[in-house]
């Protein structure tokens, strides 16, 4: 059932409320990945939406590792053959100890094809996903792109009505704040957020090699935290290539950015001991200061946050935006839930059912990247000696090595409707 499209309204009571808002049923704010998945879904299972933000894309040399579960997602809401293009599947994780620990730890390898996957999931460029949801949602009749910034939001009873920067007016039903670390939404709404720095910097860059990558995923373990290198798919005439996420330390990021790529290129061949031969710097780099966020709730009076608004950690085990397309593929099934049973979309009773199905996996992965960042981050010895027992055990022992393979790729416990369909994309993946 599809609600009316985005209409006029009455005027309202408020006196700075513009005397014509638009109509929605939900208003997204945030346009970048997590605000453009969410709102394509919602509009898809036919609710009327707004989505406000900027789609402007800075490219930065950034990837996002996607698997099992948000490929269900792309793919049940038909978003995937427009993004498979832009992706390169990982079939392989290599673990490396380059920590110089007192008792290091062998290579470990992780294959999809020991849990009965393809892949365990597809690497894919940020700009292009963001540029193709983008476009995706402007071609969709009930979803309203809104290429401007939220400025004000007041919280009435039975709606919400937001005033965006351009001083366009909206109601809805609800709020979903999707917009970023920083979720103007989120403070608006008197949500709290608990932040922490770790004192570390990524460094990504997109890499042309020698060698080919053989869809693996090196992670170089370092004292600084991981160097990773994730398969890209070929382009043009640079067959072999690659995206790196370096964790290091403030004082080396800011010796790294002052180097030509030839130097840079030279550091990275050394750190991840020349196994790609020789390699060079495709242009821009990013610089990205690590950092952690809690929030006090994930729900407020009308509103329910996802993705970075909602949670942030570093980006260890690639699990940002996997995690952010769980908290969507479950609101999506709240609120569908909720209108079949006649009731209001934006209901705290609705709402809460959406926290309760979030919490827990948030805080697992929050808390669980924390430990793992700051282990790397020790050299205490018996913290060494445990991140290194601990990794072997996971290597050696079968039934554990497959249950934190599956944990990674599909999270136990509820799975939400749109990630309950295998995939079999991944299968047939446009990479060589
Ligand atoms: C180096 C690095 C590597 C990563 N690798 C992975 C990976 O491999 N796998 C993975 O799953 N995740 C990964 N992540 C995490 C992932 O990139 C993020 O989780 C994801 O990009 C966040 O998307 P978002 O839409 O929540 O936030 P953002 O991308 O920050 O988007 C927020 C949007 O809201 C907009 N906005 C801000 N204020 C307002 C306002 N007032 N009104 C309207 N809009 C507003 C912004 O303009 C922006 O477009 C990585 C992160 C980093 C830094």
Not at 173 to 197: E, H, N
Not at 237 to 257: C, F, N
Not at 297 to 307: M, N
């Amino acid at each position: 059932m599809m609600s009316s499209p985005v209409s006029v309204a009455a005027s309202t009571s408020t006196p700075t409320f513009p005397a014509e808002p638009l109509v929605c049923d939900i208003l997204v704010a945030g346009a970048g990945a997590a605000g453009l998945s969410v709102a394509i879904g919602l509009a898809k299972s036919g609710f009327s939406v707004i989505c406000v933000g900027s789609t402007q894309t800075h490219p930065n040399g950034r990837t996002v590792a996607l698997f099992e579960g948000s490929l269900r997602y792309y793919k049940a809401l038909g978003l995937w053959p427009a993004l498979r293009a832009h992706s390169a599947p990982l079939k392989e994780i290599r673990i490396i100890d380059a920590t110089g620990a007192r008792m290091p730890i062998n290579a470990i390898s992780f294959a999809s094809r020991e849990i009965g996957l393809p892949a365990f999931g597809e690497n894919i460029e940020n700009t292009p996903l963001v540029e193709t949801l983008a476009g995706i949602a402007r071609d969709l009749p009930n979803l309203r792109l809104h290429e401007t910034l939220l400025k004000d939001i007041d919280f009435q009873s039975d709606r919400v009505e937001v005033i965006l920067a351009d001083g366009t007016g909206v109601t809805a039903k609800l709020i979903v704040a999707a917009d970023g670390r920083a979720s103007l939404a989120r403070r608006k709404a008197g949500i709290g957020a608990r932040t922490w720095p770790y004192p570390q910097v990524a460094l990504t860059a997109f890499l042309d090699h020698e060698r080919p990558h053989r869809f693996i995923s090196t992670e170089y373990h370092t004292r600084f935290g991981p160097c990773t290198l994730v398969p890209l798919p070929p382009l043009d005439m640079h067959p072999h290539r690659s995206s790196l996420v370096w964790l290091m330390s403030e004082e080396q990021a800011k010796r790294r950015a002052s180097l030509d790529n030839v130097l840079l290129a030279a550091e990275i061949e050394d750190q991840i001991q020349g196994s790609l031969g020789h390699l060079s710097l495709e242009e821009p780099r990013g610089f990205f200061p690590m950092s952690g966020m809690k929030v006090s709730r994930l729900t407020g009076h009308r509103i329910a946050l996802l993705g970075e608004a909602a949670h942030v950690f570093p980006p260890l085990a690639a699990q940002g935006l996997n995690l952010s397309l769980r908290d969507s593929a479950s609101l999506i099934e709240c609120l569908e839930d909720a209108r079949a049973a006649g009731h209001d979309i934006g209901a705290a009773r609705v709402l809460a059912s959406y926290a309760r199905v979030r919490r827990s996996d948030i805080d697992l992965r929050t808390d669980g990247i924390d430990v793992l960042n700051r282990s790397l981050l020790s050299d205490f010895l018996p913290i060494d000696f445990l991140r290194g027992a601990g990794l072997a055990a996971f290597a050696a022992i079968g039934p554990l090595r497959r249950a934190i393979m599956r944990e990674g790729v599909l999270p136990h416990g509820h799975l939400p409707r749109l990630m309950r369909q295998p995939v079999d994309a991944v299968t047939n993946s446009s990479c060589p």
